[in-house]
């Protein structure tokens, strides 16, 4: 069973969650920018992040039934959809940007989930999938959305993507501050200290995928732009449970280990 939207809500008013907020959003950010004419579509609960898409010509925030729906305005207009997270109300391609938040986890059957969302992507689309990490701390906090639901791995989430035509491109990892409000203060300097010291306490994982069709056409190698004029980021293995990597860049998102490289 889903958290309920009033749960999430009330988290994220919180200074709990206004961590959460920032932290994936310099991700987002240094990844996908402001989506600069493209089409985004939220699926799960990220319609706290989506504000950040100003120069995207559409955004739309997807909320499975299970949970609930909230009223949400971009330019004016609500722009939240309820829907089945099985059968997604959009025509296939219809978005360049897909992110997925607080949305695989609490899936009946996340394959079947992502399978929708994929097909809804545009063929050069990009996809991100940030979720509980397992074995963080945060994954076993109940009081937060993290600790509620199935909790993934990196190596989980590739083979996930992969099991959908997919080619996992960026990862990153974050949230290495425990999910207690006296530590707070200290977020900044404990993120920065636990991705050196402690990268398996991390408590959110985000994998950025591409269509394997797409990266197998631009096999151009490590540091190339995956798509448009946004710079590409810093390259990093692919984890190594599977076949021999295919073309596609692995890269590491993440505003501490980024260094920018225009393609």
Known sequence: MRR??????????EPTGALVRRVLARRL??????????DVLGLGYAT?????????????AAMPGGQGAEAWAAAGRNRTVLVDDRRLPFIAGSFDRILLVHALEEADDPRALLTEAVRAMAPAGRIILATAARGGLWARAEATPFGHGRPFTRRQLERLVREVGLEPSAWSQALYVPPWRPLLPMAEGIEQVGRHVFPGAAGLIMLEATRQ??????????????????????PSPASRDHAPPAPATQRRLGPMAVERKRS
């Open 48 to 60: 706290p992040w989506l504000d950040g898409f100003v120069g995207a010509r559409r955004v739309i």
């Open 29 to 38: 950010d240094d990844a996908w920018g402001e989506a600069e004419g493209c």
């Open 4 to 13: 309920s939207i009033e749960d999430l809500r009330a988290f994220y008013g």
């Open 213 to 234: 069709a797409y990266a197998r056409v631009r096999p151009t190698g490590l540091g190339q732009a995956v798509l448009g004029a946004r710079p590409s980021l810093t």
